[in-house]
């Protein structure tokens, strides 16, 4: 399930600097929306899948894979976007030139975007993106809590799928009624479960000192003003093909 | 339903991240007062964020095999209170976006406001009232996680079509259109997530009463 996050950890690009990933995303994403052409998004998708695929050393099956997630909604928004509904004078629909011109900006604008996104996600560990968080200066308690859920959402995965296991392999899950039964289940349990390791998470932590503030070390990366380089020199590049078409 | 990453124009997301911060940030100032008066309860809402999680990519009960998610929104939202889940929810939110690839960091704004700060103000609230009328627990529970789930499905269906308004008609059309197209799969959802809600809900109170009376410390 966690996929996304195994590849986090094991890409080639782990060891470039976080805030030079996430400025780079950003940057490209907002060049990506607020493009009025077709050229850029299109442009954006294919270097940033490339660097992905070819720079992070993502493999390209998975990656693909992921790509068809947002399609179901994608393939929605557009459709809907592209039939015209009229009422008046009768019900009726149409497909206009304008109506198809702003389905296939949008397509490629949402496409584009969400590589840059992957990007980010398939080459940065959550860890590195707090400590962006945290030069952003977001609130402590916010940062806080990020970092406690994204260690604890571990344990309770683990939980509810050796639960889950248990009651597949007892046809928990053969029948609708079944399916509903074992879900809520699985939930309530899961719930208790996680009640119990809060509070034994608290106790374990106060018999160690803890007084309200979990200090980390965190990992040191240097800027490289190569990849700095890089980053404006593409983002130029995007920005003139946007005014040169 | 999230809305996908790039799917809304930038003024949208600005617009729609500026409506949820301010309910964003009244919800970190009331977990910062619980989390200063009890430090116990930082552990708490961690794992409930996490919990909530979790439930959300869960597959939901279904005939036709298709994998859709239960939000978690009204369970969460009744648990947990709704300004707290505020912040639990768009933590949760991002983490999707990070490690499902569902949803997207532009559009984070306008899916907190949807499924963060409208889902749960109105599944609690019904709820809240309705056990208020001393309707049975289990209709209020039911209808306060289903109306949580319409409502969010309503307020992105808004969002969609302020985004994209048809040409002639505006966005009464969109409205039409988008309303239609998404009902078709959210009236059901919808359904199944709020007797799922209900069944969850009977089990917590039947083995897990007391932890139940000590979650109220973290609602108000």
Request: glycine share 6%; charged share 10%.
């Amino acid at each position: 399930m966690l996929n996304i996050d195994k590849c986090a950890y094991s890409n080639n690009l782990i060891n470039v600097h976080p805030m030079e990933k996430f400025i780079f995303v950003m940057v490209t994403i907002i060049v990506c929306l607020s493009s009025n052409s077709i050229i850029t998004p299109i442009l954006i998708l294919l270097t940033v899948s490339s660097l992905t695929i070819l720079k992070a050393g993502v493999p390209a099956k998975f990656y693909f894979k992921l790509m068809l997630i947002p399609f179901g909604f994608l393939f929605l928004g557009v459709i809907t976007i592209l039939i015209e509904i009229h009422t008046e004078p009768a019900l009726s629909f149409s497909i206009t030139q304008q109506s198809i011109e702003t389905a296939s900006k949008l397509f490629f604008r949402a496409l584009g975007s969400a590589s840059c996104l992957y990007f980010f996600s398939l080459t940065t560990p959550l860890v590195d993106f707090t400590s962006v968080l945290k030069k952003l200066k977001l609130p402590d308690i916010l940062i806080e809590l990020i970092s406690l859920i994204y260690r604890l959402i571990f344990i309770l995965v683990y939980i509810a799928g050796r639960i889950h296991t248990a009651q597949s392999s007892r046809l928990g899950y053969s029948s609708l009624k079944n399916q509903f039964r074992s879900l809520s289940q699985l939930v309530s349990s899961m719930f208790i479960l996680s009640y119990k390791k809060a509070n034994d998470l608290f106790i374990s932590l106060e018999s160690r000192c803890y007084n309200g503030n979990l200090n980390i070390l965190e990992k040191q990366y240097c800027f490289s003003a190569k990849n700095i380089v890089f980053i404006i020199v593409i983002e130029l590049f995007f920005i003139l093909m946007e005014f040169n078409v | 339903m999230h809305i996908m990453e790039g799917f809304l124009p930038v003024s949208h997301a600005a617009f729609w991240g500026a409506a949820s911060l301010p309910f964003f940030v009244i919800g970190i100032r009331r977990i910062n007062q619980k989390v200063s008066a009890n430090p116990r309860l930082k552990l708490l809402l961690a794992l409930a964020g996490a919990f909530v999680f979790v439930l959300s990519a869960l597959k939901l009960p279904s005939v036709t095999g298709s994998s859709s998610h239960p939000t978690g929104i009204g369970l969460g939202a009744i648990l947990f209170g709704p300004a707290v889940m505020t912040v639990l929810g768009t933590i949760a939110l991002l983490f999707q976006a990070l490690l499902l690839a569902h949803g997207g960091i532009t559009t984070l704004g306008a899916n907190v406001f949807s499924m963060a700060i409208i889902g749960p103000f109105v599944a609690y609230y019904s709820y809240k009232l309705l056990s208020g009328l001393k309707v049975p627990a289990g209709v209020a529970v039911f209808v306060g996680a289903s109306l949580g789930n319409l409502l969010t499905y309503v307020v992105t269906a808004t969002q969609l079509s302020a985004a994209f308004p048809q040409a002639d008609g505006g966005m009464y059309a969109a409205m039409l259109k988008f309303m239609s197209i998404f009902a078709l799969t959210q009236i059901p959802l919808a359904i199944s997530e709020g007797i799922l809600t209900v069944l969850i809900f009977n089990f917590l109170k039947k083995y897990n009463l007391k932890e139940l009376k000590d979650l109220n410390v973290v609602e108000e």
